[in-house]
Nanobody
Framework: QVQLVESGGGLVQAGESLRLSCAASGIIFSINTMGWYRQAPGKQRELVATITSTGSTNVAPSVKGRFTISRDNAKSTVVLQMNSLKPEHTAVYYC?????????WGQGTQVTVSS
């Protein structure tokens, strides 16, 4: 079955960086759009960044310039590099994949940024 396993979350101080990874299995990784969403307490899940099978990226305006998404098709991995983190970036971050409206979510990884 399809599995997305996130790693790399944790507690950091404002201004620091984190690198989230998502390892996919059970899919032909290279043909999937991959991405990251996040959900802060009391808020709806929102898009952070996506990357298509051809490498085109879409990054939310609120994190553009701070966060970068990349993929390694050979390793079936998508990475979210988060720099200059702020307390408002605190959320559970979810890996996501989409192929022709077939969607799978990871279990989420907590990112907490202290001030």
């Amino acid at each position: 079955q399809v599995q997305l396993v996130e790693s790399g979350g944790g507690l950091v101080q404002a201004g620091e960086s984190l690198r989230l990874s998502c390892a996919a299995s059970g899919i032909i990784f290279s043909i999937n759009t991959m991405g990251w969403y996040r959900q802060a307490p009391g808020k709806q899940r929102e898009l952070v960044a996506t990357i298509t099978s051809t490498g085109s990226t879409n990054v939310a305006p609120s994190v553009k310039g701070r966060f970068t998404i990349s993929r390694d098709n050979a390793k079936s991995t998508v990475v979210l590099q988060m720099n200059s983190l702020k307390p408002e970036h605190t959320a559970v971050y979810y890996c996501y994949r989409n192929y022709r409206s077939s969607v799978t979510w990871g279990q989420g990884t907590q990112v907490t940024v202290s001030s």
